[in-house]
């Protein structure tokens, strides 16, 4: 059994008794950091990392690739095994979790700055910057976030054992892979079959005319476009209200849950049915074109999600004020004159010290060179990281949610505060501090699974750091062939919702909001109340009561995309909550493997015909920079 309920007793005694009762016969013996495990977390991590990517531009939320990570290397290696009749050794549960450690640092602490900070900076230049500088800057960054769970993971892992509820999903999953094979593979099954049946659903939407131009008429997006004719004769005219057919949305609304996605209707339509068409009675908006309509609305639904993320956040203060009252304790409430078997085995200070000061003097290079940030000002946004990722880590670990969002505005308004008037400098700085923030949180959330199965903890941060290197290349290469001059960004293809947020930001501080037409403002001010309100008001209540005041961040998001991703998140929020109360168990087992497979089936294919479509132009792009 996983020690669910932790140990008790003072910091050496609760780490003797997990070193007695969980390492030793499983960490100090079993085969953990491999070449098949490194390799095999490497090969699937670069390839999750595409759905993470394709996902981000299209949505801008990101969906952890460790479950997935795990399922596929279980199944895949059994594949493997028998068609090797038995030659190859079975992977251990703690080789899995090394793989799974390697997946999603490679999946998931590498693209997210990507689709955020990067994709606002290609928006506001419209290129991007070069593949090289690209590359430096995510690689450097990616150390940055890694290390930066170095002093943090005794402490709240080992010490206060807070519980980061999706490591525990993760390692409860791979106990169930390897005790009860059969269960495993009933999941592997379920996630595979959605992942085929989306991408060949994508081949039809999307792909039949790459295949012949004669099948175009018969293409799923020119049927869903006459459908639309049909339906919304007026409004599908003109963009504002329109249905589509993307499997992938069903599938994350399922994830993210009913109450998000009902609010993410309401926003949707308060959005397209009441403001776009005031604004077009007015004459103040005349373009048909997705794009500009959403330069008009993201500007309400970016400040709702601002202040209510801030709201939030500082609404955990007491978990913020914990994270600070443990910085001492995670560099000197242990010092030992006799040998100390967990220092032994755990993840050096040295080594992070070594990544923080590589990380830094890298991000300072490039940063000054390619984006004319100041030396001092990036060593300013690191140390800023540090702090801002005591308190995500804290809060992920308590709640199983990470205020990123918030914190990347947070830094934004910070150094626009520090340095004005500087819209580059403003997103690569607030990018840093974001950057490394998330992926430390991630990151323990992926030791904290490792903790539970006994793993030899230095041997799991290796696998993390690996996966750094080729989820730089795949993530990177993948984001200058699918982004290129930026055009692609803020339309019905990838509206970017988290680009179009760090851009408002940015170009509000930038330019000053003086600048800015007075429907705009008003807008700001409007969506910055209600995002006030919403989350004070779920405080102040009853949790009975709370359960029905909308998630000002569904709210919010609804209005940086078209009312058809609003329709198909809310689509799959009912779905999930129709399938949990009539079949508990079916929804438990097989929901997050079908729509797992689902999002990484469609994302892949979705990127496979972007390559295919764009061909010889993007090696021109990749290199040409």
């Not at 899995?96 to 390697?102: F, H, P, T, V």
């Not at 290129?127 to 995510?138: D, E, H």
């Not at 087992?589 to 479509?613: C, D, K, N, T």
Request: net charge neutral.
């Amino acid at each position: 059994m996983l020690p669910l309920e932790g140990f008790r007793g003072t910091p050496e005694e609760i780490e003797r008794q997990w070193y007695e009762r969980c390492y030793r016969g499983r960490g100090d013996s079993m085969l953990q950091l491999t070449w098949r495990a490194v390799l095999m977390g490497s090969l699937l991590g670069g390839i999750l990392s595409l759905t993470n990517l394709y996902i981000g531009l299209k949505s801008g939320w990101g969906f952890g690739v460790a479950i997935t990570a795990c399922i596929l290397s279980y199944s895949i290696w059994t594949a493997l095994r028998g068609l090797s009749g038995g030659r190859l050794t079975p992977m251990t549960i703690l080789e899995n979790n090394c793989m799974q450690s390697c997946a999603s640092s490679a999946g998931y602490s590498t693209g997210g700055t990507l689709v955020s900070a990067i994709a606002a900076y290609v928006m506001i230049h419209h290129s991007a910057p070069s593949t090289l500088v690209l590359m430096g800057w995510v690689f450097f960054l990616a150390i940055l976030g890694t290390t930066m769970a170095i002093p943090m993971k005794r402490q709240m892992i080992n010490i206060e054992q807070l519980r980061f509820p999706s490591g525990i999903a993760a390692a409860e999953t791979l106990r169930a892979l390897h005790t009860t094979g059969g269960h495993g593979i009933q999941s592997a099954i379920a996630l595979g079959v959605g992942g085929v049946v989306a991408a060949l659903n994508k081949l039809w939407t999307e792909g039949l005319s790459l295949i012949n131009p004669i099948l175009a008429p018969f293409q799923g997006d020119a049927l869903f476009e006459r459908l639309n004719h049909a339906i919304f004769p007026q409004r599908a005219l003109d963009n504002t209200v329109a249905i589509s057919w993307q499997p992938m949305f069903i599938a994350a609304g399922a994830i993210t849950g009913l109450p998000v996605c009902t609010a993410m209707l309401i926003g949707g339509a308060l959005c397209w049915f009441v403001y776009v068409p005031l604004l077009r009675s007015h004459g103040i908006l005349q373009s048909n074109e997705l794009k500009d309509m959403l330069f008009f609305t993201l500007w309400g639904g970016a400040s709702c999600m601002v202040t209510s993320g801030l709201v939030s956040f500082g609404l955990q203060w007491r978990s913020a004020l914990r994270a600070f009252r443990d910085l001492s304790g995670m560099f000197t409430f242990r010092r030992r004159s006799d040998f100390d078997p967990i220092a032994a085995i755990e993840t050096p200070a040295s080594w992070f010290v070594l990544g923080q000061v590589v990380g830094t003097i890298g991000l300072a290079w490039l940063g000054n060179v390619a984006f004319g940030m100041p030396y001092w000002l990036t060593i300013v946004a690191v140390l800023l990281s540090f702090a801002l990722a005591l308190v995500a880590c804290r809060v992920c670990g308590e709640t199983d949610s990470t205020p990123v969002g918030a914190m990347g505005k947070v830094t934004q308004l910070t150094f626009g505060a520090i340095y004005p008037r500087s819209m580059d400098v403003n997103l690569m700085s607030a990018c840093v501090t974001a950057g490394a923030a998330d992926s430390s949180s991630d990151l323990l959330t992926d030791l904290k699974s490792g903790y539970l199965l006994g793993a030899h903890p230095r041997r799991q941060f290796l696998a993390q750091f690996s996966g750094i290197f080729i989820g730089t290349l795949v993530s990177v290469l993948s984001f200058q062939a699918v982004v290129r001059d930026g055009a692609i960004l803020g339309g019905r293809e990838f509206p970017a919702p988290a680009a179009q947020t760090w851009r408002a930001v940015a170009l509000a501080l930038g330019e000053g909001l003086q600048n800015l037409e007075s429907v705009k403002i008003w807008s700001i001010v409007i969506g910055g109340l209600v995002g006030i309100l919403l989350p004070t008001l779920a405080a102040l209540l009853p949790p009975k009561g709370a359960k029905w005041v909308p998630s000002a961040a569904g709210l919010g998001l609804a209005w940086t995309f078209g009312f058809d991703y609003c329709l198909l998140f809310f689509a799959g929020g009912l779905i999930g909550e129709i399938i949990r109360r009539t079949s508990p168990k079916t929804h438990e087992q097989y929901l997050f493997p079908v729509a797992s497979g689902v999002i990484a089936g469609e994302s892949l294919m979705g990127v496979a015909l972007i390559f295919i479509r764009e061909g010889p132009a993007m090696w021109q792009q990749f290199f040409g920079g």
